[in-house]
T-cell receptor, first 114, second 115 residues
Framework: ETGVTQSPTHLIKTRGQQVTLRCSSQSGHNTVSWYQQALGQGPQFIFQYYREEENGRGNFPPRFSGLQFPNYSSELNVNALELDDSALYLC?????????????FGPGTRLLVL | AQSVTQLGSHVSVSEGALVLLRCNYSSSVPPYLFWYVQYPNQGLQLLLKYTSAATLVKGINGFEAEFKKSETSFHLTKPSAHMSDAAEYFC?????????????FGKGTKLSVKP
């Protein structure tokens, strides 16, 4: 158990809809990163939030957006869902944003887009 | 840009045999390297990480990895496989510039352990 929680655990949406995924970071951590893991692939970095500001973004379109709240929990929002957005979405928290910091992962939210 | 290559998408060993999972990285700066394990329908759990303190890194569950700069490798080993080691293993390099550190993952190696 890492202390990182995510909700919901599973979600089914249809193409064109919007979805919000939530993540509570481990106590004492101020950085949250989001990853997308397609079936049979390694996780891909979406973006990172450090102290409520975006602190880096991967190669994902603007319809993927996020927020971090004062308690350092975070949301991932995806607009205009596409079939290819079906994946496991993982969030990870760390004590700060540096490269050597260990990221602790939550159990993920599995999204299916029909 | 950093990248990671994991050789072998699927490795099968017998219980009690040596486990060797291969990882090669590409990085223009001294890298931070990580191995994570993922059990079915779960998130990722850190096994070990290299942050330049020592080239041989010991992790949890009897795993260790050796950083070899000349070979740009960070292979994961365990002397004796256990049935509970069956899982998917991911090698990752940190794309860190000091202020951020998103992870770049390999495609993963699925480890099967035969009785």
């Amino acid at each position: 158990e890492t202390g990182v929680t995510q909700s919901p655990t599973h979600l089914i949406k249809t193409r064109g809809q919007q979805v919000t995924l939530r993540c509570s970071s481990q106590s004492g951590h101020n950085t949250v990163s989001w990853y997308q893991q397609a079936l049979g692939q390694g996780p891909q970095f979406i973006f990172q939030y450090y102290r409520e500001e975006e602190n880096g973004r991967g190669n994902f379109p603007p319809r993927f957006s996020g927020l971090q709240f004062p308690n350092y929990s975070s949301e991932l929002n995806v607009n205009a869902l596409e079939l290819d957005d079906s994946a496991l979405y993982l969030c990870a928290s760390s004590s700060q944003g540096g490269g050597q910091e260990t990221q602790y992962f939550g159990p993920g939210t599995r999204l299916l887009v029909l | 840009a950093q990248s990671v290559t994991q050789l072998g998408s699927h490795v099968s060993v017998s219980e009690g045999a040596l486990v060797l999972l291969r990882c090669n990285y590409s990085s223009s700066v001294p890298p931070y390297l990580f191995w994570y394990v993922q059990y079915p329908n779960q998130g990722l759990q850190l096994l070990l990480k290299y942050t330049s303190a020592a080239t041989l890194v010991k992790g949890i569950n009897g795993f260790e990895a050796e950083f070899k700069k000349s070979e740009t490798s960070f292979h994961l080993t365990k002397p004796s496989a256990h049935m509970s080691d069956a899982a998917e293993y991911f090698c990752a390099v940190s794309d860190g510039n000091g202020s951020q550190g998103n992870l770049i993952f390999g495609k993963g190696t699925k480890l099967s352990v035969k009785p």
